[in-house]
């Protein structure tokens, strides 16, 4: 069974600046994806970011990047500039790769960011 | 663009009433997840559905059963509710092209048993 870790339970930033969130994950799988998902005040759960395991290359969107460490199991994501918006709860994120559809999500604890004025 | 449907948006029971809850995917997608979400909790894993047949199958109580139509629809049925069901439901899809499987969230339901 594969087990996602937050350890960082709540964070804060000002506005403007840069945040890094931890995640490690502990797995037996060579193939795999992971996923950042933010869950905002309205409690929608939105995709952030998705990595392959298979890519060394670290993903990025926007003001949103992620640092892979497959070796180490680890999974960071960077928030540069923060805004107001990117305050919620953020979850890391792992789902292995099959050959049919349907592989389930396992989150870690969530790091709930608070971006202050 | 399209989002995951999900209804009711709320749902209030009494102890061992019925519910059943609903999923329309986004359109084309052919896989539906549903996960549990408690106060303070990290979504859990409930069961999925690929192409109508079950895929995976998590943490599911034996008084809740799914399935998927062929509309590719999805219904999360709970029966004998307990307090301790109150939570967020969510269902989730994505589309099983070239092993991506992102999947999508809709908006959830939230299910208070009294």
């Given at each position: 069974?594969?087990?996602?870790?937050?350890?960082?339970?709540?964070?804060?930033?000002?506005?403007?600046?840069?945040?890094?969130?931890?995640?490690?994950?502990?797995?037996s799988?060579?193939?795999?994806?992971?996923?950042?998902?933010?869950?905002?005040?309205s409690?929608?759960?939105?995709l952030?970011?998705?990595?392959?395991?298979?890519?060394?290359?670290?993903?990025?969107?926007?003001?949103?990047?992620?640092?892979?460490?497959?070796?180490?199991?680890?999974?960071?994501?960077k928030?540069?500039?923060?805004?107001?918006?990117?305050?919620?709860?953020?979850f890391?994120?792992?789902?292995?790769?099959?050959?049919?559809?349907?592989?389930?999500?396992?989150?870690?604890?969530?790091?709930q960011?608070?971006?202050?004025? | 663009?399209?989002?995951?449907?999900?209804?009711?948006?709320?749902?209030?029971?009494?102890?061992?009433?019925?519910?059943?809850?609903?999923?329309y995917?986004?359109?084309?997608?052919?896989?539906?997840?549903?996960?549990?979400?408690?106060?303070?909790?990290d979504?859990?894993?409930?069961?999925?559905?690929?192409?109508?047949?079950?895929?995976?199958?998590?943490?599911?109580?034996?008084?809740?059963?799914?399935?998927?139509?062929?509309?590719?629809?999805?219904?999360?049925?709970?029966?004998?509710?307990?307090?301790?069901?109150?939570?967020?439901?969510?269902?989730?899809?994505?589309?099983?092209?070239?092993?991506?499987?992102?999947?999508?969230?809709?908006p959830?339901?939230?299910?208070?048993?009294?």
């Amino acid at each position: 069974a594969q087990t996602v870790t937050q350890s960082q339970p709540e964070m804060s930033v000002q506005e403007a600046e840069t945040v890094t969130l931890s995640c490690t994950y502990d797995t037996s799988e060579n193939n795999y994806y992971l996923f950042w998902y933010k869950q905002p005040p309205s409690r929608q759960m939105i995709l952030v970011i998705r990595q392959e395991a298979y890519k060394q290359q670290n993903a990025t969107e926007n003001r949103f990047s992620v640092n892979f460490q497959k070796a180490a199991k680890s999974f960071s994501l960077k928030i540069s500039d923060s805004q107001l918006g990117d305050t919620a709860m953020y979850f890391c994120a792992f789902m292995k790769s099959t050959e049919t559809s349907g592989s389930r999500l396992t989150f870690g604890e969530g790091t709930q960011l608070t971006v202050n004025p | 663009a399209a989002g995951v449907i999900q209804s009711p948006r709320h749902l209030i029971k009494e102890k061992r009433e019925t519910a059943t809850l609903k999923c329309y995917p986004i359109p084309r997608h052919d896989t539906v997840y549903w996960y549990q979400q408690g106060p303070g909790q990290d979504p859990q894993f409930l069961i999925s559905f690929y192409e109508k047949m079950q895929s995976d199958k998590g943490s599911i109580p034996d008084r809740f059963s799914a399935q998927q139509f062929s509309d590719y629809h999805s219904e999360l049925n709970m029966s004998s509710l307990e307090l301790g069901d109150s939570a967020l439901y969510f269902c989730a899809s994505s589309f099983r092209a070239f092993s991506t499987d992102t999947q999508y969230f809709g908006p959830g339901t939230r299910l208070t048993v009294l």
